[in-house]
């Protein structure tokens, strides 16, 4: 009698610490086979106590490498049959059926696989372990989290199987646990503890837990709210850097010299086609640790590449039709064309993927709901140093003191010795050029493909007359204005009810200020 009770003691303080037990054939056959309740219920339950071959019949299960009859179970590998419990190989009955998982069950496994990771030595593990049981929470679950909870270090990983914890506890059959439950959760302010609460409001019939977990859900909204108002700032400013450097091209083509270049969109298909080609290179003759240099060197080689043929097209075509702005408009039109062409016979119709290195890769994570793209980041920083060289090449070298005069008065340069031909051919190529680095940046953000530039080309156009003809200033103002403009309407009414919101907007306001935000002063404005 002595020795039973010590043996039921003993039995009941391993289920209790959660010491791992061998798998039992009745355990395989409960998970293998059954309605989809009882089997997870069954699952959750040999996962508590799990031991090494528990962990290896769930991988199997996942895999859909287990077959069953009515009294037995079999691992398959590698076309032979094992038994899951004593791992010794087996014959195959020919009445043997697959195991059938749904999605249900395969969210259940992929849950119980990750409650085995939360022992790993690998922080990276076990933080993906506690998010995956955060998803798919189960009461049943918490000895093991609790027991995770004890030996955790790491403080964000503690913080996240707290919050698994009270996951699991919010379907409890016991009241307080579900009270306190929506008080910790209404803590964690995520839109996933959001959805979760949602989804337990729904289900419970307690008022006074109705009421807990709605007051967690307010309190959750009124974090989220402002992360969306941050997204969307960020959203702006980042779509403003690039319709930024879409639009300093044509600040110097169409500003300073009054060139409607319809072709300024390929250009910067070419400079996101150089960024493609330079990436073959780095990626067929350099080692594959300096592949994440390859963005630095396709710089230069976009700014080069898009400026040699503006260069080309300014001496070319344009030339010719300076002051009959029609002309220009349908020659440029139909060399965008001419070029778009031309990829497509060189690079195919189809769009190229164009990989960000590896330093550009994830994002800054400032809230629950508010991850900063490091792609995007990188772009507006690359927007402003660009703006920056443009402000500096323009007002302080001897080549801007010269497109700056020939702008101007182009007569009275010539007069002082100023070869004006060969001014217009320099900031044609450099406003080409500057095209050629927005579609490097582009190339970071979507897929590069022929028509890339046909995407910004109207946009930009709309950019440069609102900010005020010539007006660089003018030029940062209307980007980042209609930029932040466009996102906050599309959050509120649609893409494309915001598209028309904003076209709508620059319409009245050229209506009302045809000079743009800035105008152009001294003598030429009169003239």
Known sequence: ????????????????????????????????????????????????????????????????????????????????????????????????????????????????????????????????????????????????????????????????????????????????????????????????????????????????????????????????????????????????????????????????????????????MIGAYATYVMQGIFQRYFPESAFGWYLVAAIPVAFLASALVGAVLERGVIRFLYGRPLETLLATWGISLMLQQLVRSLFGAQNVGVENPSWMSGGLTMLSNVVLPWNRICIIIFAGLVLLAMGWLIGRTRLGLFVRGVTQNRPIASCMGVNTARIDTYAFALGSGIAGLAGCALSQIGNVGPDLGQSYIVDSFMVVVMGGVGQLAGTVYAAMGLGILNKFIEGWAGAVLAKIAVLVFIIIFIQKRPQGIFAMKGRSAEA
């Open 1 to 268: 009698m002595l020795r039973t009770l010590l043996s039921s003691a003993l039995a009941a303080c391993l289920l209790v610490t959660g010491v791992a037990h061998a798998l039992t054939a009745d355990e395989a056959k409960a998970i293998a086979s059954g309605e989809s309740e009882a089997r997870i219920a069954a699952l959750n339950k040999a996962v508590a106590t799990a031991d090494d071959k528990t962990a290896a019949f769930i991988q199997a299960m996942s895999d859909d490498a287990v077959k069953f009859t009515a009294d037995k179970v079999f691992v398959i590998k590698d076309d032979k049959a094992f038994d899951p419990v004593t791992g010794a190989e087996q014959k195959l009955p020919d009445d043997a059926e697959d195991v059938v998982n749904n999605n249900m069950m395969r969210g259940a496994l992929d849950a119980a696989q990750a409650a085995l990771k939360l022992t790993s030595k690998d922080d990276a593990v076990r933080a993906e372990a506690a998010q995956a049981l955060f998803k798919e929470p189960d009461e049943s679950r918490l000895p093991l989290v609790e027991k995770a909870l004890a030996a955790e270090a790491n403080p964000k990983i503690k913080a996240q199987l707290e919050l698994v914890r009270a996951a699991s506890m919010l379907s409890s059959t016991d009241k307080d646990k579900r009270l306190a439950a929506a008080s910790d959760l209404g803590a964690s302010r995520s839109p996933e503890t959001k959805l979760l609460l949602n989804q337990r409001l729904a289900d419970e019939t307690e008022a006074d837990v109705k009421a807990a977990i709605a007051a967690s859900i307010r309190s959750i909204d009124g974090s989220l709210v402002w992360g969306d108002r941050i997204n969307a700032i960020f959203s702006g400013i980042s779509l403003g850097s690039v319709l930024l450097l879409a639009a300093l091209g044509l600040a110097i083509t169409y500003g300073l010299m009054g060139v409607i270049n319809m072709a300024h969109g390929e250009l910067m």
